[in-house]
T-cell receptor, first 115, second 112 residues
Framework: NAGVMQNPRHLVRRRGQEARLRCSPM?????VYWYRQLPEEGLKFMVY????????ESGMPKERFSAEFPKEGPSILRIQQVVRGDSAAYFC?????????????FGPGTRLTVT | RKEVEQDPGPFNVPEGATVAFNCTYS??????FFWYRQDCRKEPKLLMS???SGNEDGRFTAQLNRASQYISLLIRDSKLSDSATYLC?????????????FGTGTQLKVEL
């Protein structure tokens, strides 16, 4: 049973380019979450999605960032016009349902470097 | 005040020692509590959920005190492989549902 999969594992972009990060949840999981970890900092919640719906995007920057989880295919986190401050590890997590104790399982992350 | 607070450490302990980590959270409406472990440059891995009655998994024991909004993790007979950052994690239920709030982590180094 494959775990949460993310690709690419490492992504280098120049300032102003677009970054697309992909996440495939664990089999049987319909809830996807994105978190960002800046260097030397803790993980911060960004967005929570179910298939075709954004449930909570309270942690997403207002501009340049968007996320989707289409009916078919992986969840995508998209960052437009990247800046150096976007350099971070982006982790995706999934859970089977919103039931106690709400455990989430993380993918290996995508490390984005903006040059 | 941070939503989830932990002592950042590092805790340097000899192999075989017992070590305890503490964590406090600010939102009394928090529903679920966890300890995750994160190795350097890797993803967080769920170590254990924490229940009000306290729970144990081998050498690891977790306790929750809702009245004091306090969570603890005890590691007995520590191994070199326990060296990692331990993350205290709380689930705050909001209108939007389920999101985890992480502490910044406590670093543990187990030495020979």
């Amino acid at each position: 049973n494959a775990g949460v999969m993310q690709n690419p594992r490492h992504l280098v972009r120049r300032r102003g380019q677009e970054a697309r990060l992909r996440c495939s949840p664990m089999k049987g999981h319909s809830h996807v979450y994105w978190y960002r970890q800046l260097p030397e900092e803790g993980l911060k919640f960004m967005v929570y999605l179910q298939k075709e719906n954004i449930i909570d995007e309270s942690g997403m920057p207002k501009e340049r960032f968007s996320a989707e989880f289409p009916k078919e295919g992986p969840s995508i986190l998209r960052i437009q016009q990247v800046v150096r401050g976007d350099s971070a590890a982006y982790f995706c997590a999934s859970s089977p349902a919103v039931t106690v104790p709400y455990e989430q399982y993380f993918g290996p992350g995508t490390r984005l470097t903006v040059t | 005040r941070k939503e989830v607070e932990q002592d950042p450490g590092p805790f340097n302990v000899p192999e075989g020692a017992t070590v305890a980590f503490n964590c406090t959270y600010s939102n009394s409406a928090s529903q679920s509590f966890f300890w995750y472990r994160q190795d350097c440059r890797k993803e967080p891995k769920l170590l254990m959920s924490v229940y009000s009655s306290g729970n144990e998994d081998g050498r690891f024991t977790a306790q929750l005190n809702r009245a004091s909004q306090y969570i603890s993790l005890l590691i007995r007979d520590s191994k070199l492989s326990d060296s990692a950052t331990y993350l205290c994690v709380v689930n705050f239920l909001t209108g939007g549902g389920n999101k985890l709030t992480f502490g910044t982590g406590t670093q543990l180094k187990v030495e020979l």
